[in-house]
């Protein structure tokens, strides 16, 4: 088994893989993966996804 795929999906620890690979994210964007990028008991819906501020901002800036 993938180990950075247990840290991520099983321990939620994608920022510090980010982190450790020296990629710079939005701390929103990280934030929304993690709870996407997770076992189905702690994964997101799709209207809390759409209402988190990532896609709340991506969403004023397509419109503008």
């Not at 893989?17 to 702690?42: D, K, M, S, Y």
Request: net charge negative; glycine share 4%.
């Amino acid at each position: 088994q993938d180990q950075r795929f247990h840290m991520v999906y099983n321990e939620g620890k994608l920022a510090e893989l980010i982190r450790h690979w020296g990629f710079q994210l939005p701390q929103q964007a990280v934030n929304l993966l993690e709870h996407t990028i997770c076992p189905p008991a702690r994964r997101w819906s799709l209207q809390e996804v759409m209402e988190h501020a990532f896609c709340a901002d991506q969403e004023k800036q397509a419109s503008a």
